[in-house]
Every structure is written in C-alpha cells, then in structure tokens.
C-alpha cells in the first residue's frame, strides 16, 4: 500500500492583533496578539486532524518571526520549510464585530519579510518532492508583484510535477487595491492548474468576467461550476460555503460540493448548521476548506468530506483566533451530537 504523501501548505504568516470584544481600535490600550493567515490555519486544522501537513513561508529572523513558527509547530505542522530573512513580520488589526456592526480588518503587511523575499527564494521541485497535495490561495498573489510570482512559480512547479493543488479563491480586494495587479489573470492561471477550489460564483465571475446572476444563490453556483469546468479542465471539484447572519452572533452556515461527472456536474449538499453566539468567524473558511481537503485526501466520499468541512468549520466559530483548534474525533463527534449537554 502507497503511503500518503504530504500536504503543503504555501502562504505568508501573520500576526492579528484585535481589541477587547465589544471595543473599538485603540478604544482601550490593550490588543490581544495571535499568530494567523489563511494557509497557516489549514495546516493547522490538517495537523490537528492528524495529517501529515507542512508549511512553506519567509519570516522575519527576530523574536515574532520565531514566535509564530513556533507556534504552528507545537500544532503539529512540519515547519522545516520555513525561511528566516531580513524584514519585518506582517501584520493585521481585527476589529471585533458586534450586533449589527460587521468586524473589521486593517492590513498592515508591506515590506513584509515574505512579501520582500517570496519570489525565487524556494527551490520548488525540491520541496515538493513527496508532496500529494499543495494549498494555496488567493492571498499570496494579492500582497504584491512578488507574491504574484511567489503564487504562479508554486503552482506551475506543482503542475509540472503531479502534485494536486487546493486553491482557496480568498479573494481580498484591500490588497488588489494597494497595486496595480491583474487579479482577474492571475488567480485565473492558479485556477487553471488546481484540482481543487474553495469558490463561489463571486470568485468565477471576477475571473471568467461573467456574470452569474440568478436569484437564487445554489443556481447561481450551478451556472458557475458548469463554466468552470468547461474553462478549466483539470478542476475536478468546487467547494463553498452560503453563510445567512441575523446579527453577527447569529449565523446560518451550510455548504455544497460541485464535482465534475462526465459531460455534467454532481451536486452534494450539507444542511446549515445554526451557530447562536458566535465567538469569532475568522479562519472557519480555512477550517471548512482544511476539513474537505481532508476528507478527499483520506479517501471519503464527496458527502462525508463536505459534512466534515462543514462541522469543522462550525466548532471553529466557537473559539478565538484564526486557528481551527479541533481533532478529527471532536469534528466527528460535532456531526453526531443530538445535543448540548456537558460532556462528562
């Protein structure tokens, strides 16, 4: 029996820094610091599930730099691909959300060690060397013109040697807007050689320049995947999230898989989940994507990987920070429960 190979993961570090709940920036002196970014939080998540995940970054050689790796590691994550550099350690403030106020984020990532050095500094048909899957996103090409080529260099490398590649659509117009990028052409080069998305009609209209405009949201991502299939032929499966909010505690999340089936696409489906008294939305789509990514890469079927990202992406809301701090089993054990009571 083939043993599995590793899932890499490739994208810039951070700190979050937020306020107290309930306040706003600087309304007090106090920010709670935590370690975070989108690829980071899906290997995690894959750690703790008990994958064997690893994470490629540049970090600043300094007490932060450390600090963060350190803290991916002591999850589980294989960080021997990690880079120290001169530079500083990217930053982002997070403005806690509350009742009818949505949460806020301020991104402070120039002159970033990563953004500085990300271009040509992996050796990447090395690196990917027993390398079964590579996730990457969206975020990586928006920081600037070396992230670009940071993100296009690790997905034609992974293209070239066979390795499958998870894309997280991440979209984050903040950062586009800082530079005069090509978004619509560059995530569609990185669509163009992934197996697998984590995106909705929103990600496809931006890079097929389309619209997909049907009332109803589930139509709306059929008509997208169609065209995605057709535009992009080795994407075998799309994956996303609807998210319905009442207030900023009180959310509905359900999600649905699009996986092409011959001349059509098969659509699966997993109920909302309702989550009253959210604690903290940030990183449940790295959790949803790093719970499907793991059920495909265990062998499941569409179905239990799509109820897996969904459960793993609930229990994320209910703790602080970007990491998704839950094992398989408790994942599990949320998609069984029939109640609330303690555990004991």
Partial sequence: MTTPGRILCFGEMLARLSPPEGELLLQ???????????????AVSLARFGAPA?????????????????????????????????????????????????????????????????????????????????HVSG??????????KAALQAVEAASKAGVKISYDGNFRGKLWAEWDGDPKGTLGRMLSASTLAFADDRDFAL????????????????????????????LQR???TLR??????????SAVMLTRDGSGVRETTAEAI???????????????????????YSGWTDQQSLDFGLAAAGLKHSVH???????????????????FDIKR
């Avoid at 059929?222 to 992009?232: I, L, S």
């Avoid at 319905?244 to 999340?253: G, K, R, Y």
């Fill in 54 to 134: 690893a994470i490629a970054t540049i970090l600043p050689d300094n007490a932060l730099g450390r600090g963060v790796r350190d803290e991916v590691r002591r999850h589980g994550v294989d960080t021997s691909a990690v880079q120290f550099r001169p530079g500083r350690l990217g930053l982002y403030f997070m403005t806690p959300g509350a009742v009818r106020r949505p949460a806020d984020v301020l991104y402070d990532r120039a002159g970033s060690a990563f953004v500085t050095h990300a271009a040509d500094a992996f050796d990447w048909p090395a690196l990917l060397d027993g390398v079964e899957w590579l």
């Fill in 139 to 148: 975020v990586t090409p928006a920081v600037g013109p070396t992230g670009t």
């Fill in 244 to 253: 319905v909010q009442e207030s900023v505690a009180d959310q509905a999340l």
């Fill in 274 to 296: 309702h989550m009253a008294g959210v604690v903290d939305r940030v990183g449940g789509g790295d959790a949803f994507a790093s719970g499907v990514l793991f059920g495909l």
């Fill in 321 to 339: 920070g970007d990491f998704n701090l839950f094992t398989a089993d408790e994942v599990h054990a949320a998609i069984a429960a029939d109640g």
């Fill in 28 to 42: 007090s002196p106090q920010l709670a610091i935590r370690p975070g970014g989108a690829e980071a939080n899906v």
């Fill in 207 to 234: 890079v097929l320049g389309r619209k997909f405009d049907d009332a109803d949201p589930a139509a709306r991502r059929r008509a997208a995947a169609t065209v995605a299939f057709e535009a992009f032929p080795t």
């Fill in 238 to 240: 799309i994956a996303c």
